[in-house]
């Protein structure tokens, strides 16, 4: 795996930006809008986490009224990302590379599961799952056979539409995106036991 980069000197930053037209402004400006992002993302977070106990219980009505609940929060402007759908994809995205850095014995058991919650998962959680492990070839530095693994697992799947354009979608379909996302987190974590 590699490191991450160390975090930018938010003083040298601003102090660079003085010499321009606007100054710091935009920045702080930005920055202003950081209470309400983490407001709106805990609120989707709390329903998401909700909706999914619902659906492990079986309660599909009362999960995609909460599901619907997180869809109607209002677009977060902070990170530029609708709070539903961005926590739900972090939800599923954390949770497979979690288990993958946990990992230790590089047995693939976190791969096992999370090619088998893709194959079991409907359409948008399959999505969801081929976006974050295509994404993890990218970014982690997996062995070639996982990385073989992983390309044929997902190479079947087209592409799929980006969670970050579901907000343009209707309602519905994001409610159904989301809890087919949830499922297939279900799935996953399912599959890990």
Known sequence: M????????????????????????????????????????TAATNLLDKATDALDRGEDERADHLIAKAVA???????????????????????????????VDADDVWLDAALHAMAEAPPGGRATLRDCLVTMI??????PRMVR???SGVADLPPSRSWRELHLASDEERVRWI????????????ALI
């Open 2 to 41: 590699r490191d991450l980069p160390p975090e930018p000197d938010l003083d040298a930053l601003l102090s660079r930006l003085e010499d321009r037209g606007l100054g710091d402004i935009p920045l702080r400006a930005k920055a202003a809008l950081q209470p309400f992002s983490r407001g709106s993302m």
């Open 73 to 103: 929060l209002p677009y977060d402007e902070y990170e530029d990302a609708p709070p539903a759908e961005w926590q739900a994809h972090m939800a599923i995205f954390m949770a497979v590379t979690d288990a993958c850095e946990d990992d």
């Open 138 to 143: 990218q970014d982690y530095d997996m062995p």
């Open 149 to 151: 693994r992983i390309r």
């Open 179 to 190: 809890r087919e996302t949830l499922l297939a987190l279900i799935a996953f974590e399912d």
